[in-house]
């Protein structure tokens, strides 16, 4: 949530540092037993890192979406007391968990309120590590219903690839391409009250559609919605910003080196 928490920040940093130098590393060098859990997706470290990307970056809450069963996460994680972020927890059934994204997003509605919001997946890794702060300055300087920070992109199969208007604005969106001359794909998005409004209703008529779309939906499903809607979608664009997908063993060795030391 876009509340700015500027004495996170020294927790944030000395929290970032060691999983740099610690947990990442020492995955690395347990090779075995590790890369088989990243393999499956190891879901408590990746919410260690997402927090560590977003305390003292434009985020005082946090509302984590949990599948049931996952009580590691909030047992370690707790009331974030640690990390400098106020932490609560939403608890999905495997029903809720297994229908896309949107519907994840979804159910995040009750607990927002009139408050902005900001998402992020615990599963990459986002360099520069100010990128989410500074999406939340942009998305404040044009007040935009909703702001994506994107990034280039080396694995267009696995992404959304965005394209930008003259202006800036997002005019299309292709979602794990085969073959794209797009470039950007997105790593954070702010957005407002109202498009929290309009991504309720979205998934509440969404049945219908879903049988022509042939595969669950993905949140660049949920953008090309709105945009099809009126919105306008608002883009940062960082031409020297990376993303790093840490779910295989070798993504995990890379992310070591990821974040440069400061």
């Known amino acids: 949530l876009a509340e700015h928490h500027a004495q996170a920040r020294h927790h944030t940093e000395r929290f970032a540092a060691h999983l740099a130098e610690q947990v990442l590393r020492r995955g690395v060098r347990r090779a075995g037993q590790q890369a088989v859990a990243l393999q499956r997706g190891d879901p408590l470290l990746q919410q260690l890192l997402l927090l560590g990307q977003c305390v003292g970056r434009g985020v005082a809450r946090a509302l ?5 069963g996952k009580w590691d996460i909030p047992k370690r994680l707790g009331d974030g007391g640690e990390f400098g972020v106020d932490l609560a927890y939403r608890v999905l059934s495997l029903a809720q968990a297994s229908r896309g994204v949107p519907f994840t997003l979804a159910t995040a509605t009750p ?22 702060a500074r999406l939340v300055r942009h998305r404040e300087q044009n007040q935009s219903d909703l702001a994506l920070a994107l990034v280039p992109c080396d694995r ?10 003259p202006r800036g604005k997002v005019r299309r969106i292709e979602i794990k391409p085969a073959a794209t001359t797009l470039k950007w794909t997105w790593a954070f998005a702010v957005w407002t009250p109202r498009f929290s409004r309009f991504l309720l209703k979205w998934t509440e008529g ?7 779309l042939g595969r669950e939906p993905h949140a660049g499903d949920l953008f090309i919605g709105a945009m099809s809607e009126g919105f306008e979608i608002d883009a940062l664009t960082e031409p020297s910003g ?7 063993p070798e993504t995990l060795a890379a992310a070591a080196g990821f974040h440069p030391r400061s």
């Open 64 to 68: 984590v979406l949990l599948r049931q």
């Open 111 to 132: 607990f927002l309120g009139d408050r902005m919001a900001a998402l992020g997946f615990p599963d990459l890794l986002v360099q520069p590590r100010d990128l989410l």
């Open 156 to 165: 267009p199969q696995s992404s959304d690839l965005v394209e930008l208007s």
């Open 206 to 212: 969404f049945n219908a559609r879903s049988r022509r």
């Open 242 to 248: 990376r993303v790093l997908d840490i779910v295989t």
